[in-house]
């Protein structure tokens, strides 16, 4: 079992809806979750960036994470033909330098 | 202000040919990382280097040797390529504190034949 396990869609939905990503962990030991967004053949860039439990909201984005359950997620609203990408989620303990990466989910908005 | 940079943006090459991916930042980074990224696969660490004239491997280091060159740059080579390298290979760098936020470069495209 991979440490980060993300639903591997694709999505569709149209424009305007609410979209949900998830993510699950399975190390207990991470501590900084974050989301990268990456457009067709461009690198990641990162999204959103939360420690520790609770939300986090930025725009239409919201990371809601819950250490309890071990479960990521990713919220836009209203969402935009502009937001079909990959989203990748990531965790880190802040040990070390690394990052654990889920598979990454595409989106596609639908005009 | 660049940011992360990858050359070449595309290669070609035959099985058993060498090659190295060059990566740069500009951004003073302690901490640079190697990824290749295959369909249904997401990103998979191949080496990392925490700090200048430190390397270490990841989760997929074989067939695969780094240079950490100096703070900025960071190569990847192929020492004898094979098919299942074809892939996106991606350079990564980050300031180490805690956070482990990464800025990504646009990817090299390799196709091994």
């Known amino acids: 079992q991979k440490e980060v396990e993300q639903d591997p869609g694709p999505l569709s939905v149209p424009e305007g809806a609410i979209v949900s990503l998830n993510c699950t962990y399975s190390?207990?030991?991470?501590?900084?979750f974050m989301w990268y967004r990456q457009y067709s053949r461009k690198g990641p860039e990162l999204l959103m960036y939360t420690y520790s439990s609770g939300n986090k909201e930025d725009g239409r984005f919201t990371a809601q994470v819950d250490k309890s359950s071990k479960y990521i997620s990713l919220f836009i609203r209203d969402s935009q033909p502009s937001d079909s990408a990959t989203y990748l989620c990531?965790?880190?303990?802040?040990?070390?330098?690394?990052?654990?990466f889920g598979k990454g989910i595409t989106l596609s908005v639908r005009p | 202000n660049a940011g992360v940079t990858q050359t070449p943006k595309f290669q070609v090459l035959k099985t058993g040919q060498s090659m190295t991916l060059q990566c740069a930042q500009d951004m003073n980074h302690n901490s640079m990382y190697w990824y290749r990224q295959d369909p249904g696969m997401g990103l998979r660490l191949i080496y990392y280097s925490a700090s200048e004239g430190t390397t270490d491997k990841g989760e997929v280091p074989n067939g695969y040797n780094v240079s950490r060159l100096n703070k900025r740059e960071f190569s990847l080579r192929l020492e004898s390529a094979a098919p299942s390298q074809t892939s996106v290979y991606f350079c990564?760098?980050?300031?180490?504190?805690?956070?482990?936020?990464?800025?990504f470069g646009p990817g090299t495209r390799l196709l091994v034949l």
């Open positions: 990564a760098s980050s300031v180490p504190s805690g956070r482990e936020t990464q800025y």
């Open positions: 990531a965790s880190s303990t802040g040990a070390n330098s690394k990052l654990t």
């Open positions: 190390n207990s030991a991470f501590q900084y």
